[in-house]
């Protein structure tokens, strides 16, 4: 039980982003010197290396939701140069389809739309940008006074959830970019408590944040509300999940500790009735 099961190094190098193809196959991720490296899960083995993929690092890397044993599949990425890149995955060859330059700083995190029609990109600059991935054309940008850390779609994709450097966490309407709600996702009196990170349950009832306040929040979706928080990193937050069946959140901190926290049942309990509860804690 929470053994490592492998490891996978590239000496010298930082891997910036990962991700993985929805059956599994393989392992995605960007790096310090600006390749896309994939692996398999299995053995840790080099898959297949795209080079120069950006001209400094790859910071942002999705894949669409295409299985990567029936080629062609496409990964988005997007780097420090603030180009977001489209690229085609044969069984054999890695093609470039376009490359996108709007942002004028670093894309840290892209997210694809379920019929992978569209993405969305989150950037340093401010802004959050909609692609259309059949035409390879914006659609739709967002603007706030903030460097995006983290964005990502609702489940019915009617809506887009976005925080960053200014502590907020900003529910976006997808039809046409306008911001909805804006909350405090962090203490305004706390310095530097800016958010990196936020995920969402799958059936969207309930989402996560974290950053460098070092507290790991559980949020209702409709309410707006905190339900729940869990204390314990001695560094910022750069990274969390939930877990697919919604009973366990894992978040990793810049401390180098990982965390497994395990939902309130009450939570559960609450949601399903249509409540929430204030404050409860996460163990």
């Given at each position: 039980?929470?053994?490592?099961?492998?490891?996978?190094?590239?000496?010298?190098?930082?891997?910036?982003?990962?991700?993985?193809?929805?059956?599994?196959?393989?392992?995605?991720?960007?790096?310090?010197?600006?390749?896309?490296?994939?692996f398999?899960?299995?053995?840790?083995?080099?898959?297949?290396?795209i080079?120069?993929?950006?001209?400094?690092?790859?910071?942002?890397?999705?894949?669409?939701?295409?299985?990567?044993?029936?080629?062609?599949?496409?990964?988005?990425?997007?780097?420090?140069?603030?180009?977001?890149?489209?690229?085609?995955?044969?069984?054999?060859?890695?093609?470039?389809?376009?490359?996108?330059?709007?942002?004028?700083?670093?894309?840290?995190?892209?997210?694809?739309?379920?019929?992978?029609?569209q993405?969305?990109?989150?950037?340093?600059?401010?802004?959050?940008?909609?692609?259309?991935?059949?035409?390879?054309?914006?659609?739709?940008?967002?603007?706030?006074?903030?460097?995006?850390?983290?964005?990502?779609?609702?489940?019915?994709?009617?809506?887009?959830?976005?925080?960053?450097?200014?502590?907020?966490?900003?529910?976006?309407?997808?039809?046409?970019?306008?911001?909805?709600?804006?909350?405090?996702?962090?203490?305004?009196?706390?310095?530097?408590?800016?958010?990196?990170?936020?995920?969402?349950?799958?059936?969207?009832?309930?989402?996560?944040?974290s950053?460098?306040?070092?507290?790991?929040?559980?949020?209702?979706y409709?309410?707006?509300?905190?339900?729940?928080?869990?204390?314990?990193?001695?560094?910022?937050?750069?990274?969390?999940?939930?877990?697919?069946?919604?009973?366990?959140?894992?978040?990793?901190?810049?401390?180098?500790?990982i965390?497994?926290?395990?939902?309130?049942?009450?939570?559960?309990?609450?949601?399903?009735?249509?409540?929430?509860?204030?404050?409860?804690?996460?163990?």
């Amino acid at each position: 039980m929470r053994q490592e099961l492998l490891r996978i190094q590239v000496p010298n190098l930082t891997c910036n982003c990962i991700d993985i193809t929805p059956n599994g196959g393989s392992i995605l991720s960007g790096w310090s010197d600006g390749k896309i490296r994939a692996f398999y899960p299995e053995s840790g083995a080099l898959k297949f290396v795209i080079q120069d993929a950006h001209t400094w690092g790859t910071t942002a890397i999705a894949v669409t939701h295409d299985d990567d044993n029936l080629p062609p599949w496409r990964v988005v990425s997007g780097g420090e140069d603030g180009r977001v890149r489209v690229w085609k995955i044969n069984a054999s060859s890695q093609q470039m389809e376009s490359t996108l330059k709007e942002h004028r700083g670093t894309v840290n995190c892209i997210r694809v739309m379920k019929d992978n029609t569209q993405c969305v990109s989150a950037s340093s600059d401010g802004s959050c940008i909609v692609w259309d991935l059949v035409n390879f054309l914006r659609l739709k940008a967002m603007f706030a006074n903030t460097n995006f850390k983290s964005i990502l779609y609702h489940p019915d994709e009617s809506q887009m959830l976005t925080c960053g450097s200014d502590r907020k966490i900003t529910y976006w309407d997808s039809y046409d970019g306008a911001a909805i709600r804006i909350v405090d996702g962090s203490d305004p009196g706390n310095a530097g408590g800016g958010l990196n990170c936020i995920d969402i349950e799958p059936d969207g009832q309930a989402f996560a944040s974290s950053g460098d306040d070092k507290a790991v929040k559980l949020w209702h979706y409709d309410e707006g509300e905190v339900v729940a928080q869990g204390l314990g990193h001695s560094g910022a937050v750069t990274a969390l999940r939930i877990s697919p069946d919604q009973k366990k959140i894992v978040s990793v901190g810049s401390e180098g500790a990982i965390f497994i926290w395990t939902m309130p049942e009450k939570y559960a309990t609450d949601l399903a009735a249509g409540g929430y509860v204030p404050d409860a804690g996460m163990e």
